[in-house]
């Protein structure tokens, strides 16, 4: 019972903060605000009244349409809504009412804004990877995670890291190799995940790439969403980290 008492708040939080979220990756890659003008249908420009916007809810009571002109909504919306209700049921059930669980529930919250603006725009808004690396920096200060010094290195780092990677692409390929976006989105992992962390991140996020992605793009010319494996990546490393960094040195080094 007292799990239940902890999970669903934290599922109801989650929802309302992936509601949240729907606006800031509707409006921040094209430079909006997320608290003005309200939400409206993008067809008719119907304002959306407060029980039509209630997370998941809403879109079910409406038939997924407008409901002043029939336009139909997204699926993308509920289903970001259930899905940060999600990172933040798990958060919790992983570790428990803690700063790290609120650490790792707004850490997964800002890599699915990412991975689905990245998607869906090629852009990774500031406001995602600064704010978030803020945020990372922040959250460092509370105990039970990074220390300050260890989220600033990972922030130097990860950043670093990613940059010296697109200068050398860049001038071994004679055109841009990697956005900017994606070099900002590091210094945030790096903020939440430390220097060991933003390693594993990059590498997984690549290798994943490469075998999902690459073959795709070489056949359709379409550009790389390097910030959805970089995310992916990032997940991974939060969850798995440790487990891959021991297997990783007992079975190749032996260690």
């Known amino acids: 019972m007292f799990e239940i008492a902890i999970w669903m708040p934290a599922g109801i939080f989650g929802v309302a903060i992936g509601?949240?979220?729907?606006?800031?990756?509707?409006?921040?890659?094209?430079?909006?605000?997320?608290?003005?003008?309200r939400s409206s249908c993008p067809k008719c420009g119907h304002?959306?009244?407060?029980?039509?916007?209630?997370?998941?809810?809403?879109?079910?009571?409406?038939?997924?349409r407008?409901?002043?002109c029939g336009e139909r909504i997204s699926p993308l919306y509920p289903a970001i809504e259930l899905a940060t209700a999600f990172v933040w049921i798990a958060a919790v059930i992983r570790y428990g009412a803690s700063w790290q669980a609120l650490t790792v529930a707004i850490f997964f919250t800002l890599l699915l804004g990412i991975a689905t603006t990245d998607a869906?725009?090629?852009?990774?808004?500031?406001?995602?990877?600064?704010?978030?690396?803020g945020i990372g920096l922040l959250l460092a200060l509370a105990p039970g995670g990074l220390s300050?010094?260890?989220?600033?290195?990972?922030?130097?780092?990860?950043?670093?890291?990613?940059?010296l990677t697109a200068e050398v692409g860049e001038r071994w390929l004679e055109k841009p190799a990697m956005g900017g976006g994606d070099i900002k989105m590091m210094g945030m992992v790096g903020s939440f995940l430390g220097p060991l962390g933003s390693i594993l991140t990059i590498f997984?996020?690549?290798?994943?790439g490469s075998i999902v992605f690459v073959p795709i793009?070489?056949?359709?010319?379409?550009l790389v969403p390097f910030g959805i494996f970089l995310a992916i990546g990032a997940a991974a490393t939060e969850v798995w980290g440790p487990a891959i960094v021991e297997w990783y040195t007992t079975n190749i080094f032996g260690l």
């Open 19 to 37: 509601s949240f979220l729907n606006v800031c990756i509707s409006r921040w890659p094209e430079g909006g605000s997320v608290f003005a003008p």
């Open 47 to 64: 304002r959306i009244l407060w029980y039509e916007n209630i997370p998941v809810v809403g879109w079910i009571a409406l038939r997924a």
């Open 66 to 68: 407008c409901s002043h």
């Open 120 to 133: 869906r725009t090629y852009i990774i808004p500031d406001e995602f990877t600064l704010g978030g690396t």
């Open 148 to 163: 300050i010094v260890q989220a600033l290195a990972g922030a130097v780092f990860g950043f670093g890291v990613l940059y």
């Open 204 to 208: 997984l996020g690549a290798l994943i």
């Open 217 to 222: 793009s070489l056949r359709t010319h379409k």
